[in-house]
T-cell receptor, first 113, second 111 residues
């Protein structure tokens, strides 16, 4: 049981480049989330999904897109990376949305030059 | 929407002493309050949680208290050990909505 996995672990981009972060979970969770973590600012929700084929905006969605084509996978895309998107990105999943633990992936450290 | 504040932002204690971290929330409808521990370079992991129908919950050296009237909840760590050094995040959740995390508290346990 791998839990929640993320690829890649590290990435360096130049301004304007695009990339996709992949999150996978093998716990049959319905809900999946993408957060970014910046120093001193805790975890901020970018986008989330309440089930296969659904996505919704979180607190800081601008500059990101997501897709949930399969229940176990949640993709986060940056179409045109900016230095302000330098951060650590965490994916999480939970069985239900309320009153339920979120399980986090190991994180992706992204640097945009 | 929900807003979660967390204090202090940094906390240093001597090994064996107690540590207390406090969070306040704004949405009176929030009903689930987890605490996550994040060690340096690692993912956040749940250490304890409390639901709105409970005032206190304990798990060995860790306890969480909830005051719904005042809209605040606190994490208590007793007999602190060096391995307790980490960043601790509180969060609040209204059923059907999404977690809102506090900004974190960096706890240092000095030997």
């Amino acid at each position: 049981n791998a839990g929640v996995t993320q690829t890649p672990k590290f990435r360096v981009l130049k301004t304007g480049q695009s990339m996709t972060l992949l999150c996978a979970q093998d716990m049959n969770h319905e809900y999946m989330y993408w957060y970014r973590q910046d120093p001193g600012m805790g975890l901020r929700l970018i986008h989330y999904s309440v089930g296969e084929g659904t996505t919704a905006k979180g607190e800081v969605p601008d500059g990101y897109n997501v897709s949930r084509l399969k229940k176990q996978n949640f993709l986060l895309g940056l179409e045109s990376a900016a230095p302000s998107q330098t951060s650590v990105y965490f994916c999480a999943s939970s069985y239900i949305a309320g009153n339920d633990e979120q399980f986090f992936g190991p994180g992706t450290r992204l640097t945009v030059l | 929407g929900e807003n979660v504040e967390q204090h202090p932002s940094t906390l240093s204690v001597q090994e064996g002493d107690s540590a207390v971290i406090k969070c306040t929330y704004s949405d009176s409808a929030s009903n689930y309050f987890p605490w996550y521990k994040q060690e340096l370079g690692k993912r956040p992991q749940l250490i304890i949680d409390i639901r709105s129908n409970v005032g206190e919950k304990k798990d060995q050296r860790i306890a969480v208290t909830l005051n719904k009237t005042a809209k605040h909840f606190s994490l208590h760590i007793t007999e602190t050990q060096p391995e307790d050094s980490a960043v601790y995040f509180c969060a609040a959740l209204n059923y059907g909505q999404n977690f809102v995390f506090g900004p974190g508290t960096r706890l240092s346990v000095l030997p």
